[in-house]
């Protein structure tokens, strides 16, 4: 395969370095678009009638190497309602396809545009991606509008998540579009701007199989090597690496959001990103008690992608990933087969080692003992017997007063507590290098269904947005916030622990 697959996929003009649209900073090429036409489709976003910025992400724009002024002014707003498109842009909507629930279909960007890849000053590139911004050929009758609501709450979350360290989707602007959107009520319309490594998903993978034609397939292959993982250009067999290197993202992926307690809550294939990424929050939040069976969302009335079901469903996704690349892999379908089964197959050990290595980290050991997978189911369990909260309970761990703030919880907790600090004291380092470590991989605050909830009630019924700002400035340091409570830091009152989420972003 060619390594300079991408560079071979942009306009000449870009390869020469120019920057468009230079008031604003913006440097957009268009390799995607170059693929078959069978992956995407050229569409432009339908103008709206009276945009008006509603948040901007001043420290993304920053890294990418924005201007703030030219994007706050008159354009930039323009831009992120889908009114003006800078020089370079190419829209298109992406084709994919996804087993959700269980069940394949034919997918595709129903409300979303692809305006291009912004390549940054240190040559980083990035999709730019607008959703809400109007039909497209893959709507399937819908309006392709969105709503303020759900829109700003991808931002919340999504930008709690980068703070967390796990890799994802971030949002760079919300903007609004002046007009209403139906639902079962009225709402708010709004169009987020979405900055991702790219939009390429399992589903994309499953839409070219899907089609029949191996050299699209291939394609896609070549492209996905070339952005992600160009190591893998030179292997013996790339897209038996590609395979691999997928897999190992993923088990990352998952293992790190069940460290926090995150449940993304619709985990179809087209809702697995081959680069790595967490994207599409719809139905997610994450666990105040914890509780392994924890389901948020609203459709998900089986529990197929509750908390403990993520490392599963991860692996199930992968298989039909790998079923794609069976063409790829070798011209013998035996053999094939053989190939993929014995990579899918690994999953389980390469998660259970990430796993098992976030939660030593989270219980402040450096070394690794025999005893160490027992001593952190244990905890699980007594949490989940005494409906500890999830965070709290381990964040309370690396504080001087550990042993009163867990075991007043519940007095079952004293036993495990006498044989974890037997368990450190068995390491090297003192009490403090542990305190340190743990408050390193325990946050002290995230995304509280409840406060998100107020965040958006303000936001979208008052149209006051300092609620969510001072949220997200709270979000945005997990691990400094004080030991001493605080509103973030507590869980929500008896009365408000049943929470849904739903479909919509």
């Not at 990352?252 to 294939?269: A, D, E, P, R, Y």
């Not at 409840?450 to 009630?457: D, G, M, T």
């Amino acid at each position: 395969m060619n390594s300079s697959i991408i560079d071979q996929m942009v306009e000449p003009q870009a390869l020469a370095g120019s920057v468009n649209n230079p008031s604003a900073g913006w440097n957009f090429e268009s390799s995607y678009a170059r693929l078959p036409q069978v992956f995407h489709f050229s569409v432009h976003p339908v103008p709206v009638s009276m945009p008006r910025l509603a948040v901007l992400n001043r420290p993304l724009a920053g890294m990418l190497g924005l201007d703030m002024p030219a994007l706050e002014g008159a354009s930039g707003v323009a831009m992120f309602a889908g009114n003006f498109l800078p020089e370079g842009v190419n829209p298109i909507s992406q084709a994919y396809a996804g087993h959700q629930f269980g069940h394949f279909a034919m997918l595709g960007d129903g409300r979303a545009v692809l305006l291009g890849e912004h390549i940054s000053p240190e040559g980083i590139r990035r999709d730019i991606q607008l959703k809400g911004s109007g039909p497209t050929p893959y709507s399937r009758r819908g309006d392709g509008r969105a709503a303020l609501g759900p829109m700003l709450r991808e931002y919340i979350i999504s930008e709690a998540m980068h703070a967390l360290d796990i890799p994802t989707t971030r949002s760079l602007a919300v903007a609004l579009t002046g007009e209403p959107v139906f639902r079962q009520d009225r709402l708010t319309g709004a169009i987020l701007t979405r900055v991702a490594a790219s939009h390429i998903r399992v589903g994309t993978f499953q839409y070219a199989a899907a089609t029949g034609n191996v050299g699209d397939l291939r394609a896609l292959a070549d492209y996905t090597i070339a952005r992600h993982y160009p190591d893998l250009s030179g292997a013996i067999n790339p897209y038996l690496a590609l395979l691999h290197a997928v897999i190992e993202k993923q088990a990352s992926l998952i293992s790190k959001w069940m460290q926090v307690g995150f449940i993304h809550g619709v985990m179809n294939t087209d809702n697995m990103a081959i680069s790595g990424e967490t994207i599409d929050y719809g139905p997610c939040a994450f666990m105040d008690a914890y509780h392994p069976d924890t389901v948020f969302s609203s459709i998900d009335h089986d529990g197929r992608y509750a908390y403990a079901n993520q490392p599963h469903i991860a692996q199930w996704n992968l298989a039909r990933f790998a079923e794609t690349l069976l063409p790829l892999l070798d011209g013998d379908q035996n053999q094939a087969v053989q190939m993929a089964e014995q990579a899918i197959h690994a999953f389980p050990e390469i998660y259970h080692q990430d796993w098992l290595a976030g939660f030593r980290a989270k219980l402040g050991l450096c070394n690794s003992e025999d005893d160490d997978l027992s001593l952190v189911q244990d905890l699980l369990t007594a949490m989940q017997r005494s409906g500890a909260d999830f965070t709290n309970t381990f964040r309370d761990l690396s504080s001087d007063d550990a042993a009163n703030l867990v075991t007043r919880q519940n007095p079952s907790f004293l036993q495990w507590y006498d044989r974890w600090q037997a368990r450190v004291n068995r390491q090297p380092g003192g009490v403090q290098k542990v305190r340190a470590m743990m408050r390193r991989y325990n946050p002290a605050v995230i995304p509280r269904n409840h406060l998100v909830e107020e965040a958006l009630a303000a936001a979208d019924g008052q149209g006051d947005f300092s609620v969510m700002e001072q949220l997200l400035a709270i979000l945005s340091k997990p691990h400094d916030a004080p030991d001493s409570p605080s509103v973030y830091g507590m869980p929500p009152a008896p009365s408000g622990q049943i929470y849904q989420t739903y479909c919509g972003t």
